[in-house]
């Protein structure tokens, strides 16, 4: 079992930056992932990091701005946000991918197995 817990959400301006950080207990070699879910919509994906770190994926939406990273040895996943905008407003979620090697659907909330319970991240303008 993995427990996920988000924390670094908060107000923030556009343009701003915020860093968000999600802490994992249990088994936690896991890849990582992203999603947000804004008022009224469907959750999306943002950002996904391998079980090393070695290769991570980005949303069109976030690409150039977002980074995600990990630090094993703390069992930390972080999304480092720059360049906020106002359509970034959401609650962010991390999740965890049991599957070992490359996952085609890593976009998809169902290859995930664990979920945070989520951080709000509000952009005003």
């Known amino acids: 079992q993995v427990q996920l817990v988000e924390s670094g959400g908060g107000l923030v301006q556009a343009g701003g930056s915020l860093r968000l950080s999600c802490a994992a207990s249990?088994?936690?070699?896991?890849?990582m992932g992203w999603f947000r879910q804004a008022p009224g919509k469907e959750r999306e994906f943002v950002a996904r990091?391998?079980?090393?770190?070695?290769?991570?994926y980005y949303a069109d939406s976030v690409k150039g701005r977002f980074t995600i990273s990990r630090d094993n040895a703390k069992n930390t996943v972080y999304l480092q946000m720059n360049s906020l905008k106002p359509e970034d407003t959401a609650v962010y979620y991390c999740?965890?991918?049991?599957?070992?090697?490359?996952?085609?659907?890593?976009?998809?909330?169902?290859?995930?197995?664990?979920w945070g319970q989520g951080t709000q991240v509000t952009v005003s303008s």
């Open positions: 999740a965890a991918d049991r599957a070992i090697g490359y996952r085609a659907t890593y976009y998809k909330e169902n290859a995930y197995d664990y």
């Open positions: 249990g088994r936690t070699f896991y890849a």
């Open positions: 990091i391998s079980q090393s770190g070695g290769a991570t």
